[in-house]
């Protein structure tokens, strides 16, 4: 009778263990679980990529994951005014410098993908014939055709902006010009009613395609529009009440290897093709996390 006693005991109690693991969180004094704020891109959201990623990191970190989805620049405000512990965002030299000013602690690169010029299918600027964006930049302009911006200083827009200034085109009293203040999703869908060109990146095209069937890719593959996305803890000694450990927990899972690996399976199965690509050097920015200062802002990957 002990003997069975204890075998129902020893059931029990392994129950018990295993529904506290099942139910592991991170608490804080009063109880209430530990948050971590990302201010992020529109990009990764309207993606589904965040969908896809952070259940993973919330079940084995215990952290909750509050997730601010603005444009770049307006994510690096929330930063500059500590009200974020870390930011995924995609505008290099702009978090170069949130870096440098001393209010990210480091930059580590995440991941990447590209801009596309989208347009109508009947393409009246005849951009698909352009040999280079500023040729297809010049077209659109050239036949006075609507072009709808984001207008809202996000990652996409920083780019787009970059891109009419090297054609040299200035786009602040042309007519066709449509400056919406707009996130990605937006302002595909915007520019599909309008059948209006406009740029995104190939990520959140892709996982919006089939509600935008007036727009198609345009232009695509040069250097310059390159996309990539990087990884940047707030830094502590900035402000107070900064979730710095967690926030360096949130980097080490996304540099890890198999996550990586995730980030580039993530859109296959459903549209064929990735919507990011992995751009991790794991080995150097895990020791970059275990190892930096707080008060020394490192950039990784330049």
Same mark, same amino acid.
């Given at each position: 009778?002990?003997?069975?006693?204890?075998?129902? @005991?020893?059931?029990?109690?392994?129950?018990?263990?295993?529904?506290?693991?099942?139910?592991? +969180? =991170?608490?804080?004094?009063?109880?209430?679980?530990?948050?971590?704020?990302?201010?992020?891109?529109?990009?990764?959201?309207?993606? !589904?990529?965040?969908?896809?990623?952070?259940?993973?990191?919330?079940?084995?970190?215990?952290?909750?994951?509050?997730?601010?989805?603005?444009?770049?620049?307006?994510?690096?405000?929330?930063?500059?005014?500590?009200?974020?512990?870390? =930011?995924?965002?995609?505008?290099?030299?702009?978090?170069?410098?949130?870096?440098?000013?001393?209010?990210?602690? #480091?930059?580590?690169?995440?991941?990447? #993908? &590209?801009?596309?010029?989208?347009?109508?299918?009947? *393409?009246?600027? &005849?951009?698909?014939?352009? /040999?280079?964006? /500023?040729e297809a930049l010049k077209a659109i302009e050239y036949h006075g055709?609507?072009?709808?911006?984001?207008? *809202?200083?996000?990652?996409?827009?920083?780019?787009?902006?970059?891109? $009419?200034?090297?054609? !040299?085109?200035?786009?602040?009293?042309?007519? $066709?010009?449509?400056?919406?203040?707009?996130?990605? @999703?937006?302002? =595909?869908?915007?520019?599909?009613?309008?059948?209006?060109?406009?740029?995104?990146?190939?990520?959140?095209?892709?996982?919006?395609?089939? #509600?935008?069937?007036?727009?198609?890719?345009?232009?695509?593959?040069?250097?310059?529009?390159?996309?990539?996305?990087?990884?940047?803890?707030?830094?502590? *000694?900035?402000?107070?009440?900064?979730?710095?450990?967690?926030?360096?927990?949130?980097?080490?899972?996304?540099?890890?290897?198999?996550?990586?690996?995730?980030?580039?399976?993530?859109?296959? &199965?459903?549209?064929?093709?990735?919507?990011?690509?992995?751009?991790?050097? +794991?080995?150097?920015?895990? #020791?970059?996390?275990?190892?930096?200062?707080?008060?020394?802002?490192?950039?990784?990957?330049?």
């Amino acid at each position: 009778m002990m003997q069975k006693n204890y075998v129902i @005991g020893a059931i029990i109690a392994s129950v018990i263990i295993v529904v506290g693991l099942a139910f592991f +969180v =991170l608490v804080n004094d009063d109880g209430s679980q530990q948050v971590i704020t990302l201010a992020t891109t529109t990009s990764t959201d309207d993606s !589904g990529l965040l969908k896809e990623l952070l259940p993973i990191f919330e079940e084995e970190s215990g952290y909750r994951v509050q997730v601010i989805a603005v444009g770049t620049g307006q994510a690096m405000e929330i930063g500059r005014m500590g009200d974020a512990d870390i =930011l995924m965002v995609h505008a290099r030299e702009l978090e170069n410098q949130f870096v440098e000013e001393g209010y990210g602690t #480091n930059r580590y690169s995440l991941m990447y #993908n &590209d801009f596309v010029i989208l347009g109508p299918a009947n *393409d009246p600027a &005849d951009v698909k014939a352009a /040999e280079t964006v /500023e040729e297809a930049l010049k077209a659109i302009e050239y036949h006075g055709s609507t072009f709808s911006s984001r207008g *809202d200083e996000s990652g996409t827009h920083v780019k787009e902006k970059s891109l $009419w200034e090297e054609a !040299g085109i200035d786009t602040s009293t042309a007519g $066709w010009y449509r400056s919406l203040g707009q996130g990605m @999703g937006e302002t =595909l869908i915007t520019a599909n009613e309008m059948e209006s060109y406009t740029l995104a990146d190939r990520g959140t095209y892709l996982s919006m395609k089939h #509600n935008i069937p007036k727009l198609q890719i345009v232009f695509e593959g040069e250097e310059k529009l390159f996309n990539p996305y990087g990884i940047i803890p707030v830094n502590p *000694d900035k402000f107070s009440g900064i979730n710095h450990e967690g926030a360096k927990e949130m980097v080490k899972f996304f540099v890890r290897e198999d996550i990586q690996e995730k980030i580039g399976e993530f859109g296959k &199965d459903e549209y064929g093709q990735p919507l990011f690509f992995p751009d991790a050097d +794991v080995e150097n920015n895990i #020791n970059a996390i275990n190892q930096v200062a707080v008060s020394v802002p490192v950039l990784v990957n330049t």
